[in-house]
């Protein structure tokens, strides 16, 4: 009779991304990288049609969340909501409300690869959009 003992050791394909974590927790994140992560939510995940990857619906998620919070700032020291601000801008001048919420929108997606930078960045790196 032969005894076989197996090895509780990962195989080197399934630590990888676990060192690659490690290897980028220990330095700086730059600005150009986060802003290279910003591009790629907005060009690469906010753009999937179909079947959404699970880093774009996490992305659609938090871009919902984030630009309540941006619409609501909108209105700044105004008695009126962020909502309520848009709805009045649209009507006296559409382009100005649209430039504010394409701007909004921005801000948005730069604080959300900020703040998700990790998150996001695996991602990037797998469709090529960070080294």
Known sequence: ??????????PVEDALPDYECHQDSQR???????ETVAEFIEYRLL??????SKAAVRAHELLAD?????????????????????GW?????????G????QAARKAIAHI?????????TEARCWGWLE
């Open 1 to 10: 009779m032969m005894n076989f003992a197996t090895s509780s050791a990962r």
């Open 28 to 34: 700086e994140i730059t600005e150009q990288e986060i």
């Open 47 to 52: 753009k999937e049609r179909g079947i959404l």
């Open 66 to 86: 984030e630009m309540a919070d941006q619409i609501d700032s909108l209105a700044g020291n105004s008695d009126s909501t962020g909502p309520e601000y848009i």
């Open 89 to 97: 801008l649209s009507l006296q001048d559409a382009a100005k409300a």
């Open 99 to 102: 430039i504010k919420l394409q």
């Open 113 to 121: 690869a900020e703040e998700h930078f990790e998150e996001f960045s």
